[in-house]
């Protein structure tokens, strides 16, 4: 472990040290999880079956795995699941945000909830997945685009189409004029007799959360 770590409580404690994986002339980032054990005794973040499994998925992304810099929100693979938020927070700050800093990304993906916290500051995976967000911290230079850690994915396959999509996606968001939150009157306001519609849902509860109405390219009710 680096001189750094050892003003960290878990020098000594936690497991092995996984730098973040730096590749020359790389403008992308993936942000995982905690390391676990084959992460660390390969020395790199995604050096496990959670990695097989996003390999596949830069395959039917079109991407570059080799072109593509990696990170995880902490370094070592701690002796417990249950994390001190003052310790995760040190590794932060120490040895992943300075090499975030670094650089302008063209894009970030945030993989699992942790990294979508650490990123934008927002929690819910499902609900933000696919959703270009600004990085909170870093005066909005670089977009990050959240989807679910392939780890879960590994236990719920169906939803490897839809993360697919969301690393193909643009990390320009388009405008968008949404009335998220319309009234009865407007509602019934809406007449076009062509239009499309689009239902959201909770996709581990199985509820619709919202149905979108829209006559025309970037609106809807």
């Known amino acids: 472990k680096p001189s750094s770590c050892k003003k960290c409580a878990l020098y000594g404690a936690g497991t092995g ?24 005794k390969a020395n790199t973040p995604f050096a496990n079956g959670a990695g097989s499994w996003l390999n596949g998925m830069f395959g039917a992304a079109r991407l570059d795995r080799k072109k593509i810099c990696f990170a995880n929100v902490m370094c070592c693979k701690p002796p417990s699941e249950q994390v001190d938020k003052e310790v ?18 063209s894009r970030i993906w945030a993989l ?8 934008t500051g927002r929690s819910g995976i499902t609900l933000w997945r696919g959703s270009p967000l600004p990085v909170s911290w870093d005066g909005s230079r670089s977009v990050c685009i959240p989807t679910l850690h ?3 994915l590994m236990r719920q396959a169906t939803y490897t189409s839809v993360c697919i999509r969301d ?3 643009h990390p320009q968001p388009p405008p968008e004029y949404y009335n998220l939150y319309p009234s009865l009157a407007e509602v019934a306001a809406f007449d076009a007799k062509q239009f499309a519609f689009d239902f959201e849902w909770d996709m581990w509860t199985g509820e619709v959360t919202l149905c979108g109405l829209s006559d025309r390219l970037y609106h809807a009710i």
């Not at 590749?23 to 993936?30: N, Q």
């Not at 995760?88 to 120490?94: G, K, L, P, Q, S």
């Open 17 to 40: 040290f996984v730098p973040v994986l730096d590749i020359k002339g790389s403008s992308e980032l993936v942000v995982g999880d905690i390391p676990d054990e084959d992460e660390v």
């Open 150 to 152: 392939p780890a879960a």
């Open 88 to 105: 995760a927070e040190y590794c932060w700050r120490t040895h992943i945000e300075p090499f975030i800093r670094s650089k302008r990304w």
């Open 112 to 119: 699992g909830e942790k990294a979508l916290g650490k990123l």
């Open 167 to 169: 690393l193909r996606k």
